[in-house]
T-cell receptor, first 119, second 113 residues
């Protein structure tokens, strides 16, 4: 199955600063997805990152706040800019590919997440 | 856009009982329906999925059923065990060139010994 390394695993940041989250995959993937999971809530898609093109953002998320880079087929970064306490969440990257534990071996896998606290 | 509703929000069962979680979706074009299990402090883990050309799929104690006409799908866990305790999320995938997943609100399952 695809192995996704995400870092940092957690961080505590001052409001007004920015944090860049990195996601590294052990195989080449076309699409990488960035999600936000607010405390006790579900997962919300922030944007989709396709190598070689601008990321596609979901309603309510904008590039100035969440710039994304996708320099190659195994790596992506998400930056949370000008942070406020409302940005405190878990941020997860996800890819499509072989997923352990399924009979047909294919699905969407998540990284371990970045727990961000903004103070 | 797609909207996924999930019920119940919490579910408590005794060990050995069955648990059923239900989801409805709004976009009839959705064609992929995965279920994720998320233990406290961990990443969501894909446990089973179903595609719209199949009505039911089973993997040991876990099964998923899909009713395309009614636009709902369900997760069934039989012979529940304490280690099944977690938050479960359903999702609906819309093929937009890739599968764009919209998640339900989650169900907290507690299995008591």
């Amino acid at each position: 199955s695809a192995v996704i390394s995400q870092k940092p695993s957690r961080d505590i940041c001052q409001r007004g600063t920015s944090l860049t989250i990195q996601c590294q995959v052990d195989s080449q993937v076309t699409m990488m997805f960035w999600y936000r999971q607010q405390p006790g809530q579900s997962l919300t898609l922030i944007a989709t990152a396709n190598q070689g093109s601008e990321a596609t953002y979901e309603s309510g998320f904008v590039i100035d706040k969440f710039p994304i880079s996708r320099p190659n087929l195994t790596f992506s970064t998400l930056t949370v800019s000008n942070m406020s306490p409302e940005d405190s969440s878990i941020y997860l990257c996800s890819v499509e590919g072989p997923s352990a534990g399924l009979a047909d071996g294919y699905g969407y896998t998540f990284g371990s997440g970045t727990r961000l606290t903004v103070v | 856009g797609e909207n996924v509703e999930q019920h119940p929000s919490t579910l408590s069962v005794q060990e050995g009982d069955s648990a059923v979680i239900k989801c409805t979706y709004s976009d009839s074009a959705s064609n992929y329906f995965p279920w994720y299990k998320q233990e406290l402090g961990k990443r969501p883990q894909l446990i089973i999925d179903i595609r719209s050309n199949v009505g039911e799929k089973k993997d040991q104690r876990i099964a998923v059923t899909l009713n395309k006409t009614a636009k709902h799908f369900s997760l069934h866990i039989t012979e529940t065990q304490p280690e099944d305790s977690a938050v479960y999320f359903c999702a609906a995938g819309l093929n937009t060139g890739f599968q764009k997943l919209v998640f339900g609100t989650g169900t907290r399952l507690l299995v008591s010994p």
